[in-house]
Nanobody, 124 residues
Framework: DVQLQASGGGLVQAGGSLRLSCAAP????????IGWFRRVSGKEREGLVC????????YYADSVKGRFTISSDNAKRTMYLQMNSLKPEDTAVYYC?????????????????WGLGTLVTVSS
């Protein structure tokens, strides 16, 4: 049973920070790529950050580079997304995800598993 549950979203003012968490009890992070993406209603999903122990791949989207940081606590099987200097355009539902083969950087590729998202709203 695949379980990924993001939490920690909420309302924050522009310039503020939030830390999202994602519990993934069924996954050993050393065996997967882990990442976060977001979706705004009516728009394409946007891959944000990803790191992989399987093939060493990683990426940060230009839109969040320098502001967002991914981390994990492998013992707790929990990943995090630290979001700083938030902007109104960061408002979205945020999802955590894992991939068996590495970060999905190739065109047309995407994560193997993701769970329910958490809503982040940034007010101006």
């Amino acid at each position: 049973d695949v379980q990924l549950q993001a939490s920690g979203g909420g309302l924050v003012q522009a310039g503020g920070s939030l830390r999202l968490s994602c519990a993934a009890p069924g996954f050993t992070f050393d065996d997967y790529a882990i990442g976060w993406f977001r979706r705004v209603s009516g728009k394409e999903r946007e891959g944000l950050v990803c790191i992989s122990s399987t093939d060493g791949s990683s990426y940060y989207a230009d839109s969040v580079k320098g502001r967002f940081t991914i981390s994990s606590d492998n013992a707790k099987r929990t990943m995090y997304l630290q979001m700083n200097s938030l902007k109104p355009e960061d408002t979205a539902v945020y999802y955590c995800a894992v991939d068996l083969h590495g970060c999905p950087v190739e065109p047309g590729s995407w994560y193997d598993y993701w769970g329910l998202g958490t809503l982040v709203t940034v007010s101006s």
